[in-house]
Every structure is written in C-alpha cells, then in structure tokens.
C-alpha cells in the first residue's frame, strides 16, 4: 500500500489488520486465492518445491507489496506457496473486492501491475543469483534484501536459511562465519545483526542490486531500497 493515492487507498477499504506470525501461510501452492495481504512489517517467502519435496525461495515481499499477484494477470493461482519468514503484521482483503477495486481504477490497476513486475524482476535476479553466484554471495544478497524490509536486526535460524537457499545447513553456517568474520554481520542465537551495509554489498559482488535498482525506476522513489 505503499505511496497509494487516497483516492485508491478508499477503493480498498475496510482493510482487516492482522498479525502474521511466523511460517503463517499467506497463499497456499495451486489453490485459489482467498485472501490478499498487504504487509506492514515483516518479510514473506514465495517457495517453490521440487519433485523430491524439497523448498527453495523463489523471491520475497514485504512492506514494498503484496501477495495476490496472479490476479493482476488474469489468473486466480499460483503453483508456488507464499508464507512468513520473519513475523510481522499487514492487512488483508478479500481478493474478489481487490479484482473489483483494480477494476474501478486505471491508476491503482497500474501501481499494482508496476509493483508485479518489479516481483518478477526480483524472481529473475534470484535465479541468476542462484545459477550463477558463491553462497556466501548468495546469502550476502539475501540478508540485505531482509535488512530493506524489516531493518538490520531479525531473527532467523540456521535451519530456515538453509532451506531458503536450498544448501545444507553446515554450508549456510560457514558462510555466516565468512561474512562474520569479515565483521560485516554479527550472527548469534538465531538473530543476525547486519555491522557493515556497504561490506555486504560489496560482499554479495553484484548478486544484490539489479532488483532493487529496477524497483527504485519503476516507482521513482530515487534510492536502491524498497
């Protein structure tokens, strides 16, 4: 809902708040969508699973955008599922009153598109990021785009990064101490605490960036952060 007009902010209401708690799922995998939600603080997974059952992060959203993207294009699914990775709050509305919204402006149907298409650049620069860069690259790129939508403290486990970037749990643990040991991060406790932005950036060597690049042109807002 970010930068909405009131004008298109009135065609959504009433917005129902709600807590996201983690691992809440916001969109199930091949099932219809319900629900559309719009977060105000946290950071959501879209998640594909292989045939053997096993998860990788396809992209992110949080208080940049939203879930529902599919019905911006004419379909009413998706094949991936959509859940918390870092709890938070949003709102949410049901989808037909989102479809009938869209359809009663040409402004907001447009802002949302904008907003769809700089989801599926970012699912672009997440796969040539995972054909084509280190894990610690790779994780470098992901702890900064968590850091551009909840700040440079959350928590997460070992375990959960592992599964989002489609490793090992021992290789998300030595990259972790790279990048700790360079001080550019402090990890403890299942919290990570970013040190040195610019270090990580620099770190993550060109993985991070296109995205958030493409977003700030799409939407004008002069920076390279949602």
Not at 87 to 96: M, N, S, V
Request: glycine share 10%.
């Amino acid at each position: 809902m970010k930068g909405l007009p009131p004008g298109d902010l009135a065609l959504l209401d009433p917005l129902e708040p709600v807590a996201l708690p983690l691992r809440y799922t916001l969109e199930p995998a091949d099932m219809r969508i319900e629900q559309v939600y719009f977060i105000d603080f946290g950071v959501a997974s879209v998640v594909a699973q292989t045939a053997g059952q096993r998860e990788i992060e396809v992209g992110v959203i949080g208080l940049e955008g939203m879930t529902g993207h599919a019905l911006l294009l004419a379909d009413d699914q998706s094949p991936f599922e959509t859940f918390m990775q870092v709890e938070g709050t949003g709102y949410r509305i049901p989808a037909e009153r989102l479809v009938g919204a869209i359809n009663q402006s040409e402004n907001l149907r447009l802002t949302l598109l904008r907003y769809a298409r700089a989801f599926n650049l970012q699912v672009a620069a997440t796969s040539v990021a995972n054909g084509s860069s280190k894990l610690e690259e790779r994780l470098a790129r992901w702890l900064l785009m968590v850091a551009d939508r909840v700040g440079g403290s959350f928590a997460i486990t070992h375990a959960f990064l592992a599964t989002m970037l489609a490793v090992r749990r021992p290789g998300v643990t030595l990259a972790l101490q790279i990048l700790e040991g360079r001080g550019l991060i402090r990890s403890s406790r299942g919290n990570v605490m970013i040190i040195d932005r610019e270090g990580l950036i620099e770190a993550s060597n060109g993985a991070y960036g296109l995205a958030e690049r493409e977003q700030s042109r799409l939407f004008n807002t002069g920076n390279d952060n949602p």
